[in-house]
């Protein structure tokens, strides 16, 4: 069974509950001191121990998203690079050292509302490993590619592509499970809304247990890298995928957002478009970062900062859009970093910057659910 899988934990309960039910019956039976009945004892309460410490350790890893797979757990950093066909992604670019390769880890049997038919009917969404030649660097995601991608009369086209990104702590399997991110974006492109678009879901954190804001860390893990070098160029090896920027767009929420706004900002060559759900302006510096990631570098800190680069750099071509709650904690940012933009995309209007603001909502799914909608939309209509 998969580490992130639901039988897992149900089986873990199943045997705490038939280890704690067997103390309460056998228990009388074993009160004597001999060498026998104590070890017996002892045996007991040590499976309803382990069953419940590793119940909790696994519900608190399915929430936070630390570890995705067994591999990823014992062998951190340390996947095998395995060839995979392109075959069945139709025109996809063949490779010398192919970064993509199918994988069944990730989950997707706990979750609901899933394509179910024929991939040139209802699309097909896949569970891949994509592996980094620049950083190293090897994570787990789920590509979705519309319908679109098999029908034989789309077969020299190449398709624009969401990259979205969940928060920090949490897995890809939120985008999923607790976002109906594939759902929405296909209700969206059978509507009409949305061109058909292949949504590739990810993680910002490639690294477990630490936030890193999507940054290259100095002397530490290269995330930027991954995902404006790595992940590109292992996408475009795999599927026919968009060349330009304008057809790539990022979508996140929370930490997933401050990516997507960062990550778009500094390198609107690659992500011409993004979306920001309740994102940060400025690299986070709090225990989860594991403190200030520059190093106390404050010129690199300033390059990160959105507002500073405003202010100081010449405006991306970029079409960006800021979302929040007008109840929100950083909906104060949000308003300024807005109306500098507007300042700033006057004088330049390759640069657009459009704000998105619910008049309530918290930090928090329900408030990301119902900016979803409008968000994607907003990003099938900027793509190229």
């Not at 390769?101 to 706990?110: A, K, R």
């Not at 509302?113 to 030649?133: Q, T």
């Not at 530490?220 to 995902?227: A, I, L, M, N």
Request: charge should be negative.
């Amino acid at each position: 069974m998969e580490l992130t899988s639901e039988a897992l934990v149900n089986s873990l309960l199943a045997l705490g509950a038939a280890a704690l039910v067997a103390t309460l019956w056998v228990w009388p039976r074993l009160a004597s001191q001999r060498p026998l009945p104590v070890l017996g004892r002892i045996g007991l309460l040590t499976v309803v121990q382990v069953s419940i410490l590793a119940v909790l350790a696994l519900s608190v890893n399915n929430s936070f998203g630390f570890y995705t797979s067994w591999d990823d757990l014992l062998n951190p950093g340390g996947a095998k690079r395995v060839l995979t066909s392109n075959e069945n992604h139709k025109g996809g670019t063949p490779v010398s050292d192919q970064l993509v390769q199918p994988t069944d880890e990730g989950g997707l049997e706990g979750v609901g509302n899933l394509p179910k038919g024929a991939p040139e009917e209802v699309g097909r969404i896949e569970s891949v490993r994509v592996n980094g030649k620049e950083t190293g660097f090897s994570d787990q995601m789920f590509v979705y590619l519309p319908p679109e991608y098999f029908d034989p009369k789309f077969a020299l086209v190449r398709f624009p592509v969401v990259l979205a990104l969940a928060g920090f702590p949490g897995t890809t399997l939120n985008l999923l499970k607790e976002l109906p991110m594939l759902q929405t974006a296909v209700e969206l492109q059978h509507s009409g809304k949305m061109p058909p678009t292949v949504l590739v879901l990810a993680r910002p954190a490639v690294v477990p247990a630490r936030d890193t804001e999507c940054v290259d860390v100095p002397g530490g893990p290269r995330t930027e890298t991954w995902f404006v070098k790595d992940v590109p160029a292992a996408l475009h090896s795999a599927y026919r995928l968009g060349r330009s920027a304008g057809s790539w767009g990022l979508f996140g929420y929370s930490t997933g957002g401050s990516c997507a706004m960062r990550l778009s900002m500094r390198y609107p060559n690659v992500y011409g478009n993004a979306a920001g759900l309740h994102g940060d302006f400025a690299v986070r510096q709090d225990q989860y970062t594991g403190g200030d990631l520059f190093n106390g570098d404050k010129t690199l800190a300033q390059q990160h900062d959105l507002g500073w680069r405003l202010q100081n750099l010449p405006a991306p071509p970029l079409n960006l859009l800021a979302v929040s709650t007008r109840k929100e904690a950083d909906y104060p940012q949000t308003v300024q970093f807005v109306e500098q933009a507007a300042q700033v995309s006057a004088a330049n209007p390759q640069f657009k910057v459009e704000s998105l603001y619910l008049d309530d909502g918290g930090h928090n799914f329900d408030s990301w659910t119902r900016e979803l909608p409008a968000s994607l939309e907003w990003l099938g209509s900027h793509l190229g």
